[in-house]
């Protein structure tokens, strides 16, 4: 039934990729991989924030918004806040959909 949807190229690499001809298998294979492809590189950019900064982002945060953070709204930091907040916010997402799919 999947086969019917998916390309035959499409079918092609998720088989070669995943070592499995059933595109069901393939498919779940493949989006486990996925998933936690997209968590390492989002702990990566978490841990690079978290060296530059010297804390978490929960410290980060209060620190923030206790004004203790210097140059707290320099383009650039303002920037990694944003992005280290949704990396955080990434993060946690993946994390509960990789559970859900195992």
């Known amino acids: 039934m999947l086969a019917d949807v998916i390309s035959k190229p499409i079918y092609q690499a998720l088989s070669e990729l995943t070592q499995d001809s059933r ?24 841990s690079a924030f978290e060296q530059q900064y010297g804390m978490d982002f929960v410290a980060f945060k209060q620190a923030w918004e206790k004004g203790v ?32 799919l195992s």
């Open 23 to 46: 595109v069901e298998v393939a498919l779940s294979i493949a989006i486990k991989d996925l998933v936690r492809l997209k968590l390492k590189e989002i702990n990566q950019q978490r």
């Open 69 to 100: 953070v210097p140059d707290a709204h320099s383009y650039e930091v303002e920037q990694n806040y944003w992005e280290w907040e949704a990396s955080v916010t990434d993060e946690n997402q993946l994390v509960k959909m990789l559970a859900s």
